[in-house]
């Protein structure tokens, strides 16, 4: 089993997590060695919690101003996914950050993940473009499952 955490504002990750888990499902009906995909939504109404297993974060970009270069950029709407990591240990049970946006943002393409990796200590391991592909699909599927051993 495999355990990811995201946050969703306009609808993308979770589309893209709930086609990771279908696939997930698919892989295990074919072969009982894959691993199945549990998610979990973080919102602002997510009460605190402390996380028990390992897991991924996956996390969108939203960003006001600065240029992601050379100065500062602000996170907007993704601020309960970085407090939960914040929350007892759960930013050490994290194993990796996959980050999505829009590459439109070119230096600011998902550095909310980025950002996530730099300060928590953990991996930023994929990204994707906004909904993603079937072949981000899959692809990040092995990327988690490398990244879980
Ligand atoms: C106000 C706003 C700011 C954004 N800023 C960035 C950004 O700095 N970098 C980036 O890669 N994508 C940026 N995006 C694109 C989103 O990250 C992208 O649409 C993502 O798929 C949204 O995910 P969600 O639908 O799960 O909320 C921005 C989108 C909006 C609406």
């Known amino acids: 089993m495999i ?16 086609n990771l888990v279908a696939y997930g499902e698919k892989q295990h ?10 998610a979990k939504e973080i919102s602002d109404a997510s009460p605190d919690f402390q996380e028990t297993a390992k897991f991924f974060c996956f996390v969108p970009t939203y960003l006001e101003g600065g240029n ?14 970085r407090e939960y990591l914040e929350y007892g240990t759960n930013g050490q049970l994290c194993l990796g950050v996959i980050g999505s946006g829009n590459k439109n943002f070119n230096n600011q393409y998902c550095l909310t993940a980025k950002q996530y ?5 953990f991996p930023f391991i994929a990204d994707y473009e906004l909904r ?14 490398d990244h879980s051993k």
């Open 132 to 145: 993603g592909t079937p072949s981000d699909v899959q692809r990040i599927y092995q990327t988690l499952q």
């Open 29 to 38: 009906a074919g072969n009982t060695a894959a691993p199945l995909i549990q």
């Open 3 to 18: 355990n990811i955490l995201y946050i969703s504002i306009s609808g993308n990750t979770r589309a893209f997590v709930q």
């Open 117 to 121: 990796a730099a300060e928590f200590g």
């Open 68 to 81: 992601g270069v050379d100065n500062g950029t602000q996170e907007i709407m993704t601020n309960a996914m």
